[in-house]
């Protein structure tokens, strides 16, 4: 039988928030919860950054897609002073599905003072990486992508440097593959469209 839906008059930030507030970022933590749909995923990234005072040098995130409420959060991170820079890989299809209004909006939100990085590329994957300030490497990784609200799905949120530093690997070598923002250029002019070959491309 199919499950009772969330109406969307409880899919709040607030729920988030209560979620975040009782995972506290301390060295070696692992958190491991089922979701269930009384928040977009997305919100999350945001919350717990919040809730636990973290000042990020970088963030990194790898999901399937998202829509432009999560481009306003993250927003709310790189610019108004919770994280210095940041990295989007989303997936090839997202791309060519919105590439005529979610993309532009996220060039146009996310792309100022060169603190931005956008990467297209063949992935499934759902990982959140945050290294902050004072020395935590955070994991973040699950079943959902950042819009998802709808459906039960899986989040683990695990401080460990060698998790960290293996998913870096990861979106280190997209990034220096399929960067779609070429950052020697003036705003104008940084953004290149990727060939259909490209966008098809998956890293080995």
């Known amino acids: 039988p199919r499950g ?7 899919v709040k930030y607030k729920n988030a928030e209560k979620l975040a507030a009782e995972m506290q970022a ?13 928040f977009i995923a997305g919100d ?6 919040k809730k636990n005072n973290l000042h990020c040098k970088r963030i990194s995130i790898s999901t399937l897609s998202l829509n432009q409420d999560n481009v306003d ?21 997202f791309w060519q599905n919105y590439r005529r209004d979610i993309i532009p909006y ?6 100022k003072e060169n603190r931005f990085q956008m990467a297209v590329c063949r ?4 990982v959140t990486l945050i290294e902050t ?3 935590l490497k955070i994991v973040m990784r699950g079943s959902a992508n950042l819009r998802s609200s709808a459906s039960i799905e899986h989040l683990e949120v695990q401080e460990s440097a060698d998790i960290f530093d293996f998913f870096q690997g990861f979106h280190d070598g ?9 950052k020697d250029a003036p705003n104008n002019y940084r953004k290149r469209s990727l060939s259909k070959t490209e966008a098809w491309q998956a890293v080995t």
Request: net charge negative; hydrophobic share 40%.
């Open 4 to 10: 009772k839906g969330v109406p969307d008059s409880k």
């Open 26 to 38: 301390t060295p070696g933590m692992w958190h491991i919860a089922l979701i269930d749909g009384t």
């Open 44 to 49: 999350f990234i945001e919350a717990f950054v």
């Open 73 to 93: 959060s993250l927003g709310n991170l790189l610019f108004d002073g919770w994280c210095d820079e940041m990295d989007l890989i989303v997936s090839d299809g």
């Open 106 to 111: 996220i060039y146009d939100e996310l792309d």
């Open 123 to 126: 992935t499934h994957t759902k």
């Open 133 to 135: 300030h004072c020395g």
């Open 174 to 182: 997209i990034l220096e593959k399929f960067a779609t923002i070429n």
